[in-house]
C-alpha cells in the first residue's frame, strides 16, 4: 500500500493486516482509538475507564482481525465490543463518577453549523460554550438513549449498524434516538435562541417528532409536504426545528479530540505485548 495511511480504505487495511502486516494493524488502531476513547468517555464519564475501554477494544482488534470476515463494518464490530465493555463496568458501580474532562475544541465546521454573529474570541467562546453543554446534555440521558445518540449523531453509525452494536430492533434505536434528540435539543435551544419546551403549541403538530422522524426517512410524503405548510406560516415551529437541526449538527460535528498521551502509550505497549504472545504461541490472557 503506497497510499497516505489516511487514504487506504479500511477494507484494504484489514485484509494486510489479517495477512500479518503489521503497519495495517497500526493504522487501524490509530484511525479508530480517538473514536472508541470518546465512545467510552460519553458512555462511562470517566477518563481511566474510558481508558480501559479503548485498550480492551483494540486489544481484540489485534487478536482477531484474522477472524473477521467484513459481515458487518469494523466500526460496528469495535462498537459492540467497546459498549460490551461499558456496561461490565456500570454493572462494578451503582453510581458513575463525575466526567474529568472536556474535548478540544469545536471544528470550523460546528461552529458553521452554530452559525454565530460574533467574530473573533467571542466566537470562539460560544463554540466552547456549545460544546460543554454539548456534553452536559448528553450525560443527563439515561444510558439506552446516551448510547443510541452517541452510536447514530456522533460516530454517525447509520439506524441498522446501531440496532446491531446494541443487539436491538431497529425501531426501538429510532425510538430512543427521538426521545434523546428532543431532550438534548431542550438542553442547547437557548443557545440558538430557540424556548427548550419541546411540546407543540395549541393547534400545532408535534413538529420536532416529526422532523427527527423525517432525518431517518420514516415519513410519508403527504406528512412531509403538510409539515412544511405548517413551517412556512408558523415561526415558532420553524425555530424549533432549526434548533434541532443545530443540535444534531453539533453532535455531527464534535471532533473525537485526542486520546490522552498515557492511554495511547499503554495501548500501544498491550497490542504489542499481545501480538508477541501470538507469535510465540502462547495463549493470550482474556
Given at each position: 500500500?503506497?497510499?497516505?495511511?489516511?487514504?487506504?480504505?479500511?477494507?484494504?487495511?484489514?485484509?494486510?493486516?489479517?495477512?500479518?502486516?503489521?503497519?495495517?494493524?497500526?493504522?487501524?488502531?490509530?484511525?479508530y482509538q480517538p473514536r472508541v476513547f470518546r465512545f467510552g468517555l460519553k458512555m462511562c464519564r470517566n477518563v481511566e475507564d474510558a481508558g480501559d475501554i479503548v485498550q480492551e477494544t483494540l486489544l481484540a482488534l489485534a487478536r482477531k482481525i484474522g477472524d473477521f470476515r467484513g459481515d458487518a463494518a469494523i466500526s460496528t464490530w469495535l462498537f459492540a465490543i467497546a459498549r460490551n465493555a461499558c456496561i461490565r463496568r456500570r454493572r462494578r458501580s451503582k453510581f458513575a463518577p463525575?466526567?474529568?474532562?472536556?474535548?478540544?475544541?469545536?471544528?470550523t465546521g460546528l461552529r458553521e453549523a452554530i452559525a454565530d454573529p460574533s467574530t473573533g474570541?467571542?466566537?470562539?467562546?460560544?463554540?466552547?460554550?456549545?460544546?460543554?453543554?454539548?456534553?452536559?446534555?448528553?450525560?443527563?440521558?439515561?444510558?439506552?438513549?446516551?448510547?443510541?445518540?452517541?452510536?447514530?449523531?456522533?460516530?454517525?453509525?447509520?439506524?441498522?449498524?446501531?440496532?446491531?452494536?446494541?443487539?436491538?430492533?431497529?425501531?426501538?434505536?429510532?425510538?430512543?434516538?427521538?426521545?434523546?434528540?428532543?431532550?438534548?435539543?431542550?438542553?442547547?435551544?437557548?443557545?440558538?435562541?430557540?424556548?427548550?419546551?419541546?411540546?407543540?403549541?395549541?393547534?400545532?403538530?408535534?413538529?420536532?417528532?416529526?422532523?427527527?422522524?423525517?432525518?431517518?426517512?420514516?415519513?410519508?410524503?403527504?406528512?412531509?409536504?403538510?409539515m412544511e405548510a405548517h413551517l412556512a406560516q408558523c415561526r415558532n415551529c420553524l425555530a424549533a426545528c432549526d434548533s434541532l437541526r443545530r443540535s444534531i449538527a453539533v453532535c455531527q460535528a464534535a471532533p473525537p479530540g485526542p486520546v490522552p498521551a498515557a492511554v495511547a502509550n499503554a495501548v500501544r505497549a498491550s497490542v504489542h505485548a499481545a501480538l508477541a504472545d501470538m507469535r510465540r504461541g502462547a495463549p493470550s490472557a482474556d
Open positions: 500500500m503506497d497510499r497516505p495511511d489516511a487514504l487506504v480504505p479500511d477494507a484494504d487495511l484489514i485484509e494486510a493486516a489479517r495477512r500479518g502486516d503489521g503497519d495495517a494493524l497500526d493504522t487501524l488502531i490509530l484511525r463525575p466526567r474529568e474532562e472536556s474535548l478540544e475544541g469545536l471544528e474570541p467571542e466566537r470562539a467562546a460560544f463554540g466552547h460554550e456549545i460544546e460543554l453543554q454539548l456534553t452536559a446534555a448528553i450525560d443527563t440521558l439515561e444510558p439506552g438513549q446516551r448510547e443510541v445518540l452517541v452510536l447514530r449523531d456522533v460516530e454517525g453509525l447509520s439506524a441498522p449498524e446501531v440496532a446491531e452494536v446494541l443487539g436491538i430492533q431497529v425501531d426501538a434505536v429510532k425510538s430512543r434516538l427521538h426521545r434523546a434528540r428532543l431532550l438534548v435539543r431542550a438542553r442547547l435551544a437557548p443557545a440558538f435562541g430557540a424556548p427548550p419546551a419541546s411540546a407543540p403549541a395549541s393547534g400545532c403538530p408535534d413538529v420536532l417528532a416529526l422532523f427527527s422522524r423525517h432525518l431517518e426517512g420514516d415519513i410519508a410524503a403527504d406528512v412531509c409536504h403538510e
